[in-house]
């Protein structure tokens, strides 16, 4: 498979198997204690692994176009479409993923999948795309990287102040209302970076266009908040 995106050899190798249907090379990616949490299944160490590979990657005869690769703070997000014989009710078409990679000598040390929040590839500076990748995975410790010591968020009149309180934050609101999150826009407004993306799940209005705004300082999220995209210019 060939693609204009720079890769470490070992995820070259790991699409290349998935789309050429070589299982044994695919397996041969992973680390001996690698784990892939994928559609919130926890498979640990290679035989799970194969296992999981098989039925979702080789019987289905799943292919994987990369659209975009970004290395964030932890390790290395793909997207890819995903096509395939496998069973396309109730999922978007096309169907963009994440593949959320992290290599330890050479090796896959874990790999979790899921829908992307970005499938239109847009460019964000590392610590905002940090972020999005952080919640996608629910990865607490991630998004507490993402912010400075002294951070703020505000979000429905309330504010948030550092890593930790802004975190749980975040991810406990998103879990609680199932939040899916689609990126379509980011644009820079006089050093503010405004996220433009349209988020669904279980409240009231979804899906409900939303404006976050970031204010970064040496690398990290200082200020953040989060406001209803009502149109006005």
């Known amino acids: 498979m060939k693609n204009k995106f720079q890769l470490p050899d070992v995820i070259r190798i ?18 001996d204690n690698a784990v892939v949490i994928d559609a919130g299944n926890k498979y640990h160490e290679k035989t799970p692994i194969k296992e999981w590979s098989e039925e979702t990657y080789f019987k289905d005869h799943l292919r994987l176009k990369i659209t975009n690769v970004v290395k964030d703070i932890k390790g290395i997000v793909v997207t890819a479409i995903a096509t395939g014989d496998f069973d396309k009710t109730g999922i978007p078409d096309p169907l963009f993923l ?15 999948i899921v829908m992307s929040s970005n499938s239109k590839g847009i460019i964000l500076p590392t610590p905002i795309a940090t972020y999005y990748h952080a919640c996608d995975i629910y990865d607490v410790s991630l998004l507490e990287e993402c912010f400075k010591e002294n951070a703020v968020l505000h979000d429905e009149d309330t504010d948030y102040h550092g890593p930790i309180e802004i975190s749980n934050h975040i991810l ?3 879990r609680d209302a199932n939040v899916t999150l689609e990126i379509t826009d980011c644009t820079n407004q006089n050093n503010v970076i405004v996220v433009a ?13 939303m404006d976050f705004h970031f204010s970064l300082d040496e690398g990290k999220i200082k200020f953040f908040k989060i406001i209803p995209n009502t149109g006005d210019k």
């Open 14 to 31: 790991h699409f290349n198997a998935a789309n050429t249907d070589n299982p044994a090379t695919f397996i041969s990616t992973f680390g």
């Open 98 to 112: 994440d593949f959320h990679f992290i290599i330890i000598e050479s090796k896959i040390s874990l790999l979790h």
């Open 197 to 209: 993306a349209i988020l669904s799940g279980n409240f009231e209005g979804s899906p409900l266009p």
């Open 172 to 174: 406990n609101a998103n």
